[in-house]
């Protein structure tokens, strides 16, 4: 008899909360009726029959927390069935994440870590919240618009309770006309005023990229100095899980390009909150790109408001002396997994989170270069007038004489992203690319 | 929904006959208005000028013919509210008050220029004119315009922002969807349609729905809308005061269409073959913003042609000056070359 699993309710849903059973055991339930309610960790769900027959069992308390993907949560029919594997809602088996598992971040970056500091765990999301509300509650000249951002709490819930503390004067639902309010939020920014600009995803900020380039980035280069634009543009960029093509393009080499912006993409939480800070303070236009997948995972946090990363410094994330592996955003997953197999081998390699686009850090990287004679570049987005393309050219040019290999590259793939799990999974980088390109420049 | 619609008929539906004004200037108005102006057409032409010589160089747009737009509307605002345009923005520029020497300079490309020789024709700013702009991308200016007015909502003062578009720029989407969000957020800023009829080579008749009546694309969005003789400085100072005193009482947005034309090209590397000779010169013996002002200051013997002669030679002379400055005056250091890319943090 059909089993009922715990649905994904969004691309990237791991796991979830069941908050309540709406029909009890015994009842009948039909096609379309909702029988339970899922908290996720962007919003309350409902969950609807597909099969019809008496609720014969019910194997998940209402209340429970971390109930996995496809757990079987109930059973509708004859009670004596075994949980057949159906899936009620296709299970997205996001390629991503079969990644190994991240290993936690326990040491954020030193330059900012004075011995003693306290720590909180917090998630990215909670983190992103947290650095956007501080900011907000110290100047009263920033704010935040984009689509959903308030009465919804945001499309992935970065700026959940934000419109309750600081009401719709600063938290400002727009039109779906990112070309618009992009174009608006600039034109705050040139009367004073500090807009922290949501994207929905990033895929949509092309429709405003306009203005980001041509009006928020180049105006005090053509004004002589005049007219700065105080600006962060921010929200979920590159693959989420299984949202094809238009909805899953990594935008750091494009916004990387462009003088006049500052481009960030951290990977931990710390980094998050801290470069979220350093953005928001600071006088240029600033393109924040955060990662869907990463919002719900949970890193150290230094504990309370002052936490500030600077803009333009890599972070060393794992230190080794074999061969050095650059990285930023959620490919530093790839990146530090890569580096646990490698150690296993003997292999000791130092891991660089690159942290901020632009400006990169680029004496960290070379200065590792240097130690190691050896570097793997990993970027997610496509290959071709990468980030790590620039990588390579910049440390062929500034550590030609230390290396002791060309500079090796591991990307996303030369294609548009595809659908099928498979494919996808195929696109994307992944440790093992990560694990034989710095196998390939040992020679090994 | 009733459209609350300030909407000036016009009698016989052609666009050289917009309704015109009964508003009398006094002497002063009148003289302050041919000075204004005067000193665009004057600068313009010496614009051209240079352009010709070889001092200009790259795109340069000029603003004969429309002066009385701009000027009209400088007069219906207020210290401290925002002016925000496009590239034909030289005319805007000296009416918020900057410096004739330091634009001519900047279409020099030289380093007094106002953005120092690093923006040219198309890029000037002014922070204490609050003039934002000078922009090359056809239609940025406009929600960039709304912008500048969500600043002033934000900050709780009662400036308005003015953002000036062609008819061109009237096709491009962003300004929908500017115009969606000044309405829902009741925005103090007032769209000036600068209707000179054509966009490049492109008649709006060819390029646009409902040609002849521009500011009424407003109406789908609940905003008022008025089509103005743009050629005529009290009516547009006029229709101006109603925008803005719109704007102040927390009503939100204005559309002003401005019914106008430039006589010369769209920049000067533009043949105009497009159009007919005898189109620009009905259009200047008729309806020239200039002569209509000088003839009225004449008339009601506000000033003697002596007088009006002395403010002609003192124009001139601002011009000369500013050219003179402009041809003398430095290229950039190549040490700025790198500067003013970011604001250091
Ligand atoms: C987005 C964009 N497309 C095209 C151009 C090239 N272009 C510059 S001005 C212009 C015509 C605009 O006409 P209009 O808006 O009527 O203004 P006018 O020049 O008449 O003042 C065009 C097509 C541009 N600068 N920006
Ligand atoms: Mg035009």
């Given at each position: ?444 | ?18 309704a015109p004004s009964n508003s009398g200037f006094t002497a002063e108005e ?16 010496k614009a051209g000028q240079l352009y010709g010589m070889g001092f200009i ?289």
């Open positions: 008899m059909p089993s009922i699993l715990m649905p994904a309710l969004s691309p990237t849903m791991e796991e979830g909360k069941l908050a309540k059973w709406l029909k009890q055991v015994g009842d009948m339930v039909k096609p379309g009726d909702v029988i339970a309610e899922i908290e996720t960790d962007k919003a309350t769900m409902e969950v609807e029959a597909v099969d019809e027959g008496p609720l014969s069992a019910i194997l998940v308390p209402a209340g429970t927390e971390h109930v996995k993907v496809n757990t079987p949560i109930a059973v509708i029919g004859a009670a004596d069935a075994v949980p057949a594997p159906k899936t009620e809602v296709p299970k997205p088996a996001p390629a991503t994440l079969a990644a190994p598992p991240v290993v936690t971040q326990s040491a954020p970056p030193e330059e900012a870590n004075p011995t003693g500091t306290e720590m909180e765990t917090m998630t990215v999301r909670e983190a992103i919240r947290a650095a956007m509300s501080e900011e907000m509650r110290r100047d009263p000249e920033v704010f935040l618009m984009g689509e959903e951002v308030g009465q919804y709490q945001g499309a992935y819930k970065i700026s959940q309770g934000m419109l309750e503390e600081f009401g719709p004067q600063r938290i400002i639902d727009t039109p779906i006309t990112e070309h618009g309010f992009a174009g608006l939020a600039v034109g705050a920014g040139f009367a004073g005023l500090k807009p922290i600009v949501e994207f929905m995803t990033f895929n949509f900020s092309m429709q405003a990229i306009d203005h980001i380039i041509n009006s928020a980035a180049k105006t005090l280069y053509m004004s002589g100095g005049q007219m700065g634009c105080s600006i962060v543009f921010r929200g979920p960029n590159g693959a989420a899980a299984r949202v094809a093509a238009q909805h899953s393009q990594d935008y750091a080499a494009w916004y990387g390009h462009i003088p006049g912006l500052k481009v960030v993409m951290p990977y931990t939480a710390a980094d998050a909150k801290g470069l979220m800070k350093a953005a928001i303070r600071d006088p240029n236009p600033v393109v924040f790109l955060e990662n869907e997948i990463l919002y719900g995972k949970s890193f150290e946090v230094p504990k309370g408001d002052d936490w500030i990363v600077p803009i333009g410094k890599a972070r060393i994330a794992r230190t080794g002396r074999h061969v050095t592996i650059v990285s930023f955003g959620i490919s530093m997953i790839l990146a530090l997994s890569a580096a646990e197999k490698l150690a296993a081998e003997g292999i000791e390699a130092e891991v660089i989170d690159l942290r901020s686009i632009r400006p990169l850090d680029l004496p960290t990287v070379i200065e590792s270069v240097k130690k190691t004679n050896r570097c793997v570049c990993v970027e997610e987005g496509f290959p071709q007038f990468s980030v790590t393309s620039e990588l390579a050219a910049q440390v062929m040019t500034h550590a030609f004489d230390y290396l002791d290999a060309p500079v090796a590259r591991v990307a996303g793939k030369d294609v548009p992203m595809p659908y099928a799990a498979n494919l996808e999974k195929l696109a994307l980088p992944n440790a093992d690319e990560v694990v034989a390109a710095a196998k390939a420049v040992l020679y090994v | 929904m009733a459209v609350k619609s300030a909407y000036i008929a016009r009698k016989n539906g052609k666009s050289d006959k917009p009148e003289l302050h208005a041919y000075r204004e102006m005067l000193l665009i057409r004057r600068f313009e032409e160089g790259g795109f340069c747009h000029l603003y004969i013919g429309q002066e009385a737009v701009v000027v009209g509307m400088q007069m219906a605002q207020k210290q401290g509210d925002q002016v925000i345009t496009s590239y034909r923005d030289h005319g805007h520029m000296l009416a918020c008050g900057m410096d004739p020497k330091g634009v001519m300079a900047e279409l020099t490309g030289r380093r007094g220029g106002l953005s120092k020789g690093k923006g040219g024709s198309m890029h000037m700013f002014s922070r204490e004119k609050h003039f934002f702009g000078g922009h090359g991308i056809v239609g940025a200016q406009v929600p960039l315009g709304a912008g500048l007015a969500f600043a002033n909502k934000y900050r709780g003062n009662d400036h308005v922002a003015v953002a000036y578009f062609g008819d061109g720029a009237a096709n491009q989407g962003q300004v929908y969807e500017t115009f969606n969000m000044a309405s829902i957020w009741k925005l103090p800023v007032i769209f000036i349609i600068e209707n000179n009829r054509y966009a490049m080579g492109t008649a709006a008749t060819r390029s646009t729905a409902m040609a002849e009546q521009l500011g009424a694309r407003g109406s789908a969005f609940g905003i008022p809308f008025e089509q103005i003789d743009g050629m005529d400085v009290r009516a547009v100072r006029e229709a101006g005061e109603r925008a803005v005193a719109h704007c102040r009482a927390g009503e939100g947005p204005y559309i002003l269409e401005m019914m106008t034309y430039r006589y010369r090209g769209h920049s000067m590397s533009d043949p105009a073959k497009y159009r007919s000779k005898e189109e620009v010169q009905k259009m200047r013996e008729e309806h020239d913003p200039i002569e209509q002002v000088k003839a009225r200051i004449l008339n009601g013997k506000m000033a003697s042609e002596d007088e009006l002669k002395r403010i002609d030679s003192e124009i001139r002379a601002i011009v000369t000056e500013a050219a003179e400055f402009a041809q003398n005056d430095p290229e950039p250091d190549a040490s700025e070359l790198y500067t003013d890319i970011y604001v250091n943090a």
